[in-house]
């Protein structure tokens, strides 16, 4: 582990690529153009769009903020970082019973299920068998 002289961490020590984890399944050029059609300000945004964008920015934010030292941008980044997630726990509540069969809503449907700390709507919490 790498840290600098007051032991604030430094970028080597942050886990490997969060995001590139989480968006395993989009390209950063998709990822970038969902981003677009979601705050173009157009009304053709599909909640599995936002679903996706919201996620992916809630990863960006929890990557970065990792390594970041100013308390004040750390404060910014987890008030966005909150957003994003608030944002997809309603867009995950708020699905339509049948959606598209199509690739955004299986990546959609992917962040909801495979991420716990976004997943509260479709994943409540059941008891689990002790064994």
Do not use: W
């Not at 080597?12 to 705050?39: M, S």
């Not at 990792?66 to 995950?92: F, G, H, P, S, W």
Request: aromatic content about 10%.
């Amino acid at each position: 582990m790498t840290h600098r002289p007051n032991n604030t961490p430094t970028s080597a020590d942050a886990p490997f690529g969060i995001f590139e984890y989480a968006v395993a399944f989009l390209t950063p050029q998709d990822f970038d153009q969902i981003c677009r059609k979601v705050y173009s300000g157009t009304d053709d945004c599909s909640h599995a769009a936002f679903i996706v964008v919201n996620a992916g920015l809630y990863y960006v934010l929890v990557e970065q903020s990792i390594t970041e030292t100013d308390r004040t941008i750390k404060e910014e980044m987890r008030r966005y970082r909150d957003m994003c997630q608030t944002n997809v726990e309603t867009a995950l509540a708020n699905l339509p019973l049948f959606m598209p069969a199509n690739r955004e809503s299986i990546e959609a449907l992917l962040f909801g299920v495979s991420q716990p700390q976004l997943s509260g709507p479709i994943r409540p919490n059941v008891p689990r068998p002790s064994y």
